[in-house]
């Protein structure tokens, strides 16, 4: 049989789509290689900004750099890190007591290399000298290295941490740079799940459309619906569903409310999840509730699937985000010259919001380039004012060699796309 048709690697089609489960018969997601690529893209931008070392306090870093994941409320809080030193392998320091030992049984690759974190926030009057021994703990790794001169790279901290770290004369410099480039080029592993999560987030969006979405329903019920059935399905976190119908799709409202859904209303669904290991989905469709389109909504959904679209295919290697971003309709981004995240592309992986922002606010002055294995959420918006009801669509894409992939398959309204 002639299979020269499938003619991509598998990770770049979403048709192919692999079990979340193991299996002894089919190489699916090798974990061992995820986390040894995503660590070699660290070490590789860290000796590109000549860093010394990185210390990484935010969740997402620190599981990108060795896998440690112990529950989404631990990720922003400041309260564990890891430093990864130039030439060397990174040292995790996690919270002590029940966690530090779950994470020495359930990271056997970093046997050795697990210490107790020193958490400085909230400790009221201790602030200062907590934060100093948690500095402390970073140096005894710089120390072991002969790093502690060197240009040490942190990816973000608080006022008390960073003094700990002026009083202790190290050169701390921005490290955020270096994880960014390193993250929003995706690895083979993290395309596959990444097409994954995008599966379970079509399905939600097909549950709603063809069994959830009607009259009656309330914008809570639906968001309650799509938590359970996300989680079922593999999902780790629901990290937000917006659900905005009728009235409260101009102004866009982003939050589901208790408002009864109602005969006419189009109701714009926003899935934020995170799907198996960590990896995001972030879409949006937009549904006309038992009855049919008026030619004004048709419009308005025709300008809003068109210009992402246009967005879209700009979205190859060597283009740039000013090419991304130009077909965009002009919104609040060109009037306030800020970003309203709503006619915007975003880079997705472990965080939602990660990397490479664009917007018309300044992607067309400040252009970036587009490379190969990018993986972005790219969103537009009706926005004009005095809409009783408004429309907006996101789709999830991959750049490869050969062009953008949309990811999210889930229809789009075909009232809308006949004409």
């Known amino acids: ?180 480039r390193a993250r929003v080029v995706k690895t083979r592993d993290e395309i ?65 409310t208790d408002k009864m859904i109602r005969q006419g209303d189009l109701v714009i669904v926003d899935i934020n999840a995170v799907g198996p290991s960590g990896y995001f989905i972030d879409f949006v469709r937009c549904f006309k509730v038992a009855s049919k389109m008026t030619p004004k909504e048709v419009d308005l959904y025709h300008e809003v699937y068109d210009s992402m679209y246009a967005g879209i295919e700009n979205l190859h290697p060597g283009k740039t985000t000013a090419d991304v971003v130009r077909p965009f309709p002009k919104y609040d981004d060109d009037k306030y010259g800020t970003v309203t995240l709503q006619q915007f592309a975003h880079s997705i992986g472990l965080t939602l919001y990660e990397g490479m922002w664009m917007s018309r606010a300044y992607s067309l002055d400040y252009p970036a380039e587009i490379k190969e294995n990018m993986y972005f959420a790219i969103e537009t918006f009706a926005g004009h004012p005095g809409l009783q009801q408004t429309v907006r669509l996101e789709e999830n894409v991959l750049v490869t060699k050969d062009g953008p992939v949309v990811f999210t398959q889930m229809e789009h309204m075909e009232e809308a796309m006949q004409r």
């Open 192 to 256: 596959e799940l990444l097409k994954m999560a995008s599966s379970i987030g079509d399905a939600a969006m097909w549950k709603i459309k063809y069994e959830w979405l009607k009259p009656g329903v309330r914008e809570r019920e639906i968001e309650a619906k799509v938590h359970e059935f996300m989680l079922e399905r593999g999902c780790e976190i629901i990290y937000d569903i917006i659900v905005a119908s009728g009235g409260n799709t101009s102004p866009y409202r982003r939050w589901a």
């Open 1 to 180: 049989m002639d299979t020269t048709f499938i003619g991509k690697p598998h990770e770049w089609d979403p048709k192919r789509l692999y079990s979340q489960t193991g299996a002894d018969w089919q190489y699916r997601v090798d974990f061992d290689r995820l986390r040894k690529d995503r660590l070699q893209r660290l070490k590789e931008q860290m000796t590109a900004d000549d860093l010394g070392a990185l210390v990484l306090f935010a969740g997402a870093n620190i599981r990108y750099a060795t896998g440690s994941y112990q529950g989404n409320w631990k990720y922003n809080i400041n309260i564990r890190y890891v430093v990864l030193p130039n030439g060397g392998e990174p040292v995790l320091f996690e919270t002590a007591g029940s966690d530090m030992q779950c994470a020495i049984i359930d990271l056997p690759w970093m046997e050795g290399r697990i210490r107790p974190a020193m958490t400085w926030q909230w400790a009221e009057g201790a602030v200062p000298m907590m934060a100093g021994k948690m500095a402390d703990s970073v140096i005894e790794v710089l120390d072991q290295y002969g790093l502690r001169k060197e240009r040490i790279g942190i990816d973000n901290f608080d006022m008390p941490a960073l003094q700990a770290f002026q009083e202790r004369k190290l050169n701390i410099v921005n490290g955020w740079p270096a994880v960014s």
